[in-house]
């Protein structure tokens, strides 16, 4: 299956700075990558998909202005937390897409804490 | 949009059967997906299904009625290694015509010698 790295897997930040989280896909092009957001004990929310050459499209409830999505390759996507605050403090997780049987590969996620 | 409900928390014993259910609703649907995250890692796949039936794929077995707007994950001979949350996930197509995969509520798995 395709391998997805990302990276940092762990990050601690004050509140108001901002912090880059990058996912590399490694075996192949993924034109498409996906932001997923996980809170302790509960379920992966995507947050937005994002595409090659172009802008990323989001979530209902995303703000696009603090999460900023940047896709300027075919290999890599990154992920801005503008501003952070406590609350934004998650475990971020972005995926690839087998384009043959749809199934997910995701990185090995980003744990972020907002202090 | 989707909604996905699964049971939050299963115990069973090791070397026992254990079934997971997911319920679903959805504004178009290509098909159910089921996840497995351990503790602080990332998910990995385990099934896929399609089209109504059961598909297996070793211990593990998937089914979907899409009728019924239900699938669910079959484990057997449970070992201690497969404590885990299971994740069913619905694809389908979003406002932008591409092809996205939500998640459900997950079901905490805990096998017990």
């Known amino acids: 299956g395709a391998v997805v790295s990302q990276h940092p897997s762990w990050v601690i930040c004050k509140s108001g700075t901002s912090v880059k989280i990058e996912c590399r896909s490694l075996?192949?092009?993924?034109?498409?990558m996906f932001w997923y957001r996980q809170f302790p004990k509960q379920s992966l929310m995507l947050m937005a998909t994002s595409n090659e050459g172009s802008k990323a499209t989001y979530e209902q409830g995303v703000e696009k202005d603090k999460f900023l999505i940047n896709h300027a390759s075919l290999t890599l996507s990154t992920l801005t937390v503008t501003s952070a605050h406590p609350e934004d403090s998650s475990f971020y997780i972005c995926s690839t897409r087998d384009r043959n049987t749809g199934e997910l590969f995701f990185g090995e996620g980003s744990r972020l804490t907002v202090l | 949009g989707q909604s996905l409900e699964q049971p939050s928390e299963v115990t069973a014993v090791e070397g026992a059967i254990v079934q997971i259910n997911c319920t679903y609703q959805?504004?178009?649907?290509?098909?159910l997906s089921w996840y497995q995250q351990h503790d602080g890692g990332a998910p990995t796949f385990l099934s896929y299904?399609?089209?109504?039936g059961l598909e297996e794929t070793g211990r593990f077995s998937s089914f979907l009625s899409r009728s019924d707007s239900y699938g669910y994950l079959l484990l057997q001979e449970l070992q201690m290694k497969d404590s885990a949350s299971y994740f069913c996930?619905?694809?389908?197509?979003?406002?932008?015509?591409?092809?996205?995969?939500?998640f459900g509520t997950g079901t905490k798995l805990q096998v017990i010698p």
């Open positions: 959805t504004s178009g649907f290509y098909g």
């Open positions: 996930a619905v694809r389908a197509p979003n406002s932008g015509g591409y092809q996205k995969v939500t």
């Open positions: 075996d192949f092009q993924a034109t498409t």
């Open positions: 299904n399609a089209l109504d």
